[in-house]
């Protein structure tokens, strides 16, 4: 069974800050992975979408990568802005079972004015 | 594209009652899935219909759980004789059969259970 671990569960830093997120699984045989951001009490914005044979995505200031190879993605915001201020999941779809988005436990991100 | 509608927002229960949740998926998506989440965690996959057929569930889900999507159009989601157990958030997605196959989410309905 795909498991999804992220790493670090809550994360704290000032605004203006580059900081990356990291999201890694266990069976590499995956189709796609995708980022989403979830506030408080609501459902999941989707971010980024990597396809299995893509390296990375980009939109805004927000780039994710994908090893699949190593089972790490990482996310990369740039610029971090209290606006920012959300959990951040990543979710696998397995090749062997597209039925399924297998999802990390989140990092909480508060960027502090 | 208006988005997947989830109704309603919040369900408060008493232990025992039955309950039922609505989800409207992107009109176009023929994929529609069901997750539960609860504080602190990722969501956990409840059940998935392609068009009107479920074709996979959850071991998650109990025989008091049931799921429906009549004309491949909204689905409902009832929890007959809740537990306190049940209280989770749970979400509905849908997507399009294609090559990226993105994932859209609802905004959710937070069950509590008293």
């Known amino acids: 069974k795909q498991e999804v671990t992220q790493i670090p569960a809550a994360l704290s830093v000032p605004e203006g800050e580059n900081l990356v997120l990291n999201c890694s699984f266990t069976?590499?045989?995956?189709?796609?992975l995708q980022w989403f951001r979830q506030d408080p009490g609501k459902g999941l914005t989707s971010l980024l979408l990597i396809q299995s044979s893509q390296r990375e995505q980009t939109s805004g200031r927000l780039n994710a990568s994908l090893d699949k190879s190593s089972g790490r993605s990482t996310l990369y915001i740039a610029a971090s802005q209290p606006g920012d201020s959300a959990t951040y999941l990543c979710a696998v779809r397995p090749e062997y079972n597209f039925n399924k988005f297998y999802f990390g436990s989140g990092t909480k991100l508060n960027v502090k004015p | 594209d208006t988005g997947v509608s989830q109704d309603p927002r919040h369900k408060i229960t008493k232990r025992g009652q039955n309950v039922t949740f609505r989800c409207d998926p992107i009109?176009?998506?023929?994929?529609l899935y069901w997750y539960r989440q609860t504080l602190g965690q990722g969501p956990e996959f409840l059940t998935y219909f392609q068009n009107e057929a479920q074709l996979e569930k959850s071991r998650l889900l109990s025989d008091r759980f049931s799921a429906e999507r009549p004309k491949g159009s909204f689905s409902t989601l009832e929890i007959q004789r809740t537990e306190q157990g049940d209280s989770a958030m749970y979400l509905c997605?849908?997507?399009?059969?294609?090559?990226?196959?993105?994932?859209?989410f609802g905004s959710g309905t937070q069950l509590s259970v008293l």
């Open positions: 069976d590499s045989a995956i189709y796609n």
């Open positions: 997605a849908s997507s399009f059969r294609d090559r990226k196959e993105k994932l859209f």
């Open positions: 009109s176009e998506h023929n994929r």
